[in-house]
């Protein structure tokens, strides 16, 4: 399992949501590149029980996920996916469209 | 600077607007009850700013035709709880080098739910490609992480924030415009519904329809109470969303912004900061300086705000008077100008100083937007 990240090709750096110029180098040349875990910091549960989460990709930026197929607690590792129904197994849920950056078919 | 507001009105808040309101409508009463506030008409007015979520397909120069405004200054917003500060910063430098005498700056909104629902799904790309299809509908949900991070940064607990809602509806009670002036225990507080966790119902702010507006004018008339502009500034990404958010873009711009305004943080009589979240309160108020590094949050929570030594919000603040769309980012700016005129009721401090802060525009973690302004009260 694995989501899709944008990767700058100037500076390396990666991005989430997908930006139309880097801010650390100022480059437009992106790559898609597939980030497979993160690193849980925080979750919140809403009233209709669903699980939401703030988790960070290694070296990479914080994203905002929905916690499928059980629990989890900040500091866990999670793998990630842009399929709302992966399994079997916990995973964090990043929605994306059919590709990340806007200059990509 | 030599510009003061001269006049402020609002739209009365509701959380149920009566069918046929219309945006335009709610902005030109609240247009309408600040220049009667100011003695002043609407051809008198030669410059007018507007910012709404719901006033299309109207644009800022429909709204001015419609209200009869003849102009040599126009502007729209788009920044949300940003956008009256953002209005003013340009308001004050087009009166200074001429381009205007009289400036209304307005905004407002019919936030009902079928409208706060189209808001929040389709708030910006990110948010309908990357929130929404959570589903994630509103922002509660990352304020409640955001608060989490602040809660184990700062080592506040659900009570400190409960003393801050219970603080702003303590205010509420005296103010007439507020929607909700029952007032709120810490059980009450504590006990509410969850929304997302550990936000209560209570540390939301509830979405109302209504309308807000204010009257600048160049420095020119003795005698007459105004709320001078002392300073104005706003900070535009200034993390670039890649922190935690705790930090909001005050802290970029506070400094020079007391420097502008030639007094410090103990100069301020009332602070009137944007209330979304409790959190986003103490956010602002230690990006100001008003909570400083040497004070401990929780203490300067339960010493100073609750106890209203230092007012904060005292209309009641969004989280008691509602969230009137675009117009929350004016609530506070309209309660301040009141404040220092004079003009607030049963509610009065005693200020000469006040600092206003906006926030807004939710890019995908936090709000990108924040401007500061220090107003002044003077005859």
Not at chain 1, 57 to 79: E, F, K, M, Q, Y
Not at chain 2, 96 to 112: C, K, P, Q, R, S
Request: hydrophobic fraction near 40%; proline fraction near 5%.
């Amino acid at each position: 399992m694995s989501a899709a990240i944008q990767a700058c090709l100037g500076c390396g750096s990666l991005l989430f949501p997908a930006r139309l110029i880097c801010p650390r180098c100022g480059q437009d040349d992106f790559s898609t590149v597939q980030a497979e875990h993160a690193d849980v910091q925080q979750t919140t549960q809403l009233a209709d029980g669903t699980l939401l989460a703030t988790l960070t990709i290694p070296n990479g930026p914080h994203v905002i996920a929905r916690v499928t197929g059980g629990t989890t607690v900040p500091g866990d590792s999670l793998p990630l996916t842009n399929n709302p129904n992966a399994g079997p197994g916990v995973h964090a849920f990043i929605p994306v469209r059919s590709n990340v950056n806007e200059n990509q078919p | 600077m030599t510009v003061s507001i001269i006049g402020t009105g609002q739209s009365p808040y509701t959380r149920h607007p009566s069918a046929g309101t219309t945006t335009s409508q709610l902005i030109a009463r609240a247009v309408s009850k600040a220049l009667h506030d100011a003695g002043l008409q609407t051809s008198d007015v030669d410059g007018f700013a507007v910012s709404s979520f719901t006033l299309a397909p109207d644009h800022a120069i429909d709204l001015a035709w419609r209200m009869g405004l003849r102009l040599s200054w126009l502007m729209q917003d788009t920044n949300g709880g940003a956008s009256a500060g953002g209005m003013l910063q340009h308001a004050v430098r087009a009166i200074e080098a001429g381009d205007a005498n009289v400036i209304v700056l307005a905004a407002g909104d019919l936030m009902d739910q079928a409208a706060f629902s189209r808001l929040v799904a389709s708030y910006n790309k990110a948010t309908e490609d990357h929130l929404a299809p959570l589903p994630m509908n509103g922002p509660n949900a990352l304020f409640a992480m955001l608060t989490s991070r602040q809660m184990e940064r700062l080592g506040l607990c659900r009570e400190d924030y409960g003393r801050i809602a219970v603080a702003q509806r303590q205010w509420a009670m005296d103010n007439p415009a507020a929607v909700y002036r029952k007032s709120l225990s810490m059980d009450e507080y504590l006990n509410a519904p969850m929304v997302a966790t550990p936000l209560g119902r209570y540390d939301c702010v509830p979405p109302v329809t209504g309308a807000d507006a204010v009257v600048l004018v160049a420095d020119r008339s003795k005698g007459t109470p105004r709320a001078k502009v002392l300073s104005v500034k706003a900070s535009y990404n200034s993390d670039q969303q890649s922190d935690d958010g705790l930090a909001t873009g005050l802290q970029a711009c506070a400094s020079s912004g007391w420097e502008q305004a030639g007094i410090g943080p103990s100069d301020i009589g009332l602070a009137c900061v944007y209330d979304d979240y409790p959190a986003m309160v103490v956010a602002q108020l230690a990006d100001l300086g008003l909570l400083s590094d040497q004070d401990n949050p929780a203490d300067f929570i339960e010493h100073r705000i609750a106890t209203g030594l230092l007012p904060v919000n005292t209309s009641g603040g969004q989280l008691s008077a509602g969230q009137a769309g675009a117009a929350g980012g004016m609530h506070g700016l309209v309660e301040a100008a009141a404040q220092l005129m004079g003009r607030a009721g049963a509610r009065q401090v005693t200020a000469r100083h006040a600092v206003v802060s906006g926030y807004g525009m939710v890019l995908y973690r936090y709000g990108a937007c924040a401007t500061m302004s220090v107003l002044e009260a003077a005859q």
